[in-house]
């Protein structure tokens, strides 16, 4: 089967409320390494994920992946994962009834996905009642079922724990492992050096810079990113 990277950006704005949030952004995500999008508290992250996943449609610009098909081979993972009225393992069997996924397929595939993020102890216990950390992995073991070739994560341990952040960063290093391109939108810069290959800074709905992990950190080159790595959070 087809990759359906690169995803190819190209002069892509979002706007509302009058306001541009994302602002003629032009990039290509390849397959590979891990990318983080950085930025400060409303700097445009979350929105840019989302028209990259297809959830926001953009004011203006285009969006194209390589293959057409993309919707079911990639996810996404919010900071607040929503929860079915459901059991853990239900939820992973509906993302993939949702997917498609043959009936006879899904128990298998839905309890190696709670026992890939630790959770298959908890398959029948209701989604709902769940810790904040253990519902991450939930989310994450809906993505996980589905093999998806791209998984975007918006800010996925903002609201958790330590522990429950370790054990989060866990799964998605899992994720890399299997092959999956990981895109995940992050203000922690110790997560982005941690689970990063290379940085896509926002500053103001514009990438002003990219560059490997290492290389952002120790030479920043725009005065945003450097100021941001420093912690005088730019204010826009």
Same mark, same amino acid.
């Given at each position: ?90 939820? @992973?069997?509906? %993302?993939?009834? *949702? $997917? /498609? =996924? ?10 190696? +996905? ?56 866990? @799964?998605?290093? %899992?994720?890399? *492992? $299997? /092959? =999956? ?10 997560? +982005? ?44």
């Amino acid at each position: 089967m087809a990759s359906i990277l690169p995803l190819t950006l190209q002069e892509l704005s979002f706007a509302a409320g009058g306001r541009a949030i994302i602002d003629r952004v032009s990039l290509e995500v390849e397959a590979g390494p891990s990318t983080i999008i950085l930025g400060a508290n409303g700097a445009g992250k979350s929105v840019l994920m989302r028209l990259m996943h297809g959830l926001f449609a953009p004011t203006s610009g285009t969006l194209r992946w390589r293959e057409n098909g993309s919707r079911r081979r990639q996810a996404m993972v919010f900071q607040r994962p929503v929860m079915l009225r459901r059991s853990a393992l239900a939820n @992973v069997l509906y %993302a993939l009834k *949702a $997917a /498609g =996924t043959p009936r006879a397929e899904r128990e298998a595939l839905a309890f190696e +996905a709670l026992e890939s993020v630790g959770l298959a102890h908890l398959a029948h216990r209701p989604a709902r009642v769940l810790s904040g950390g253990e519902q991450q992995r939930l989310a994450l073991a809906r993505a996980w079922a589905l093999h998806p070739e791209v998984l975007f994560l918006d800010e996925p341990t903002a609201s958790l724990d330590p522990s429950s952040t370790r054990e989060i960063e866990t @799964v998605i290093r %899992a994720f890399d *492992a $299997a /092959g =999956t391109k990981i895109v995940m939108a992050t203000h922690n810069l110790g997560q +982005a050096r941690r689970l990063g290959d290379e940085v896509i800074y926002l500053h103001a709905g514009r990438v002003v810079e990219r560059a490997p992990v290492e290389d952002f950190f120790k030479r920043p080159s725009t005065p945003e990113a450097a100021a941001f790595i420093k912690g005088e959070l730019p204010w826009t």
